[in-house]
């Protein structure tokens, strides 16, 4: 408005305008980004004053007679290739292949344990299977008790949401044993919160020594989100980017097993477990 009213009456105040829409956007940035989980919708209320910005740039631009038409064409292709990857990365979630690896290899009526971020099997045409879900644990529940430790009024707050008994006894190799199921799917979006914190150290043992095939379950599919170049946006998914593992009890030969490279998580696992 300070600028609009400044032309309206003669003056330019281009200067003080550029000033005055990037102290609002300085501002923004520093209060806004400085939130440890930043959304897209946090950051939209911004993106006027920028282009509210670029109109200097864009009035200077149309004297060239190709740039303007030159940088829209860069802006478009960029999007097209970034919407391209986003449909690719869906594409090839390594989830969408296990489950037709699962149709083509695990018989009807086999048992199979599966961990949170694994696809419901038994919703697959053509499968058939008892799947058992792995009792949910958040992880929350100590981990704000660690940092929550003076606040009861956060403490209590808790106890409303949060589990008042996680099984931590499920995931223990005397369990797994007992209840003996013929196949373990495990991804990482739901194990990984265990891993390289001592908050449960039952768990992240029991996770460790399970895909370092320490148990009596061998690895038959293991399958990582592949890389995406690191300039497309956005450069992360929600709940997209994950590894999915699935172990046999029923120890399958070599030939049958689906691997990734000896690069992969499940080998930096083997060499991290005791």
């Known amino acids: ?46 993106v006027p004053f920028l282009l509210i910005l670029s109109c200097v740039f864009w009035e200077r631009a149309a004297n060239a007679r190709y740039l303007g038409g030159l940088l ?24 969408m292949d296990a489950q037709t690896w699962v149709l083509k290899n695990v018989p009807v009526g086999s048992s199979i344990e599966s961990s949170g971020y694994v696809p419901d099997w038994n919703k697959l ?24 430790a003076r606040d009861d009024k956060t403490l209590e707050k ?16 005397e369990a797994l044993d007992e209840r003996r199921p013929e196949y373990v799917a495990v ?4 194990y990984g919160r265990f891993l390289g914190n001592a908050l449960y150290p039952g768990i992240e043992r029991f996770f460790t020594d399970l895909l370092s095939e320490k148990y009596r379950y061998r690895i038959v599919y293991d399958r990582k989100t592949p890389p995406v170049p690191r300039w497309i946006y956005p450069k992360e998914i929600d709940f997209l980017e994950n590894r999915i593992t699935i172990l046999s009890g029923n120890h399958p030969s070599a030939a049958d097993r689906t691997h990734v490279s000896p690069s992969s998580d499940a080998e930096k696992h083997r060499e991290a477990s005791p």
């Not at 005055?20 to 939209?44: C, D, H, N, Q, T």
């Not at 064409?73 to 449909?87: D, F, K, Q």
């Not at 409303?160 to 995931?171: C, I, L, S």
């Open 1 to 46: 408005l300070y600028v609009l009213g400044n032309r309206a009456h003669g003056g330019s105040g281009e200067r003080k305008g550029i000033i005055l829409l990037l102290a609002v956007f300085a501002f923004y940035y520093w209060k806004i980004g400085s939130f440890p989980r930043l959304e897209s919708r946090f950051v939209m209320p911004v």
């Open 72 to 95: 829209f064409a860069a802006v478009i292709a960029y999007n097209l290739v970034s919407c391209y990857y986003v449909g690719k990365r869906f594409r090839d979630d390594p989830r």
């Open 125 to 148: 045409e053509g499968v058939e299977i008892q799947d058992m879900a792995f009792p949910n644990v958040s992880g929350r529940k100590r981990l704000f008790e660690k940092i929550f």
């Open 158 to 173: 808790m106890e409303q949401f949060e589990r008042p008994n996680e099984d931590v006894g499920w995931y223990t190799a």
């Open 187 to 190: 991804d990482s979006l739901y």
